[in-house]
């Protein structure tokens, strides 16, 4: 049974920092696209980062405009792990963080193209 537990979300104040990590269990994803995706309150949940495999060991990363610059996805298949390191917080990105992972490769920043979420974390950044 595959499953993503999301963990590291805090209150933080502007300008501070996060690191948000998720563990996979019950299988390995070394080759699939895992993402981070963020649920404010009243809005849809939408696309924040996303990580997929190339060839060998090379990896790419996207993000959405909003934390680009600020945000950088990352990813240890020997711990099975994706993480998120989060600067330069803004009140704005407050919000429930998901992780998410599907099956096989390539570029995807829509929900129905991932297969398996966590349950998220919240972050909430004060003004």
């Known amino acids: 049974q595959v499953q993503l537990v999301e963990s590291g979300g805090a209150l933080v104040q502007a300008g501070g920092s996060l690191r948000l990590s998720c563990q996979a269990s019950g299988r390995t994803f070394s080759r699939d696209t895992m993402g981070w995706f963020r649920q404010a309150p009243g809005k849809e949940r939408e696309f924040v980062a996303t990580?997929?495999?190339?060839?060998?060991?090379?990896?790419?990363?996207y993000y959405a405009d909003s934390v680009k610059g600020r945000f950088t996805i990352s990813r240890d298949n020997a711990k099975n792990t994706l993480d998120l390191q989060m600067n330069s917080l803004k009140p704005e990105d407050t919000a429930v963080y998901f992780c998410?992972?599907?099956?096989?490769?390539?570029?995807?920043?829509?929900?129905?193209?991932?297969?398996?979420w966590g349950q998220g974390t919240q972050v909430t950044v004060s003004s």
């Open positions: 990580t997929n495999w190339i060839s060998g060991s090379t990896y790419s990363a």
């Open positions: 998410a992972a599907s099956y096989g490769t390539g570029y995807r920043r829509r929900r129905d193209q991932y297969d398996y």
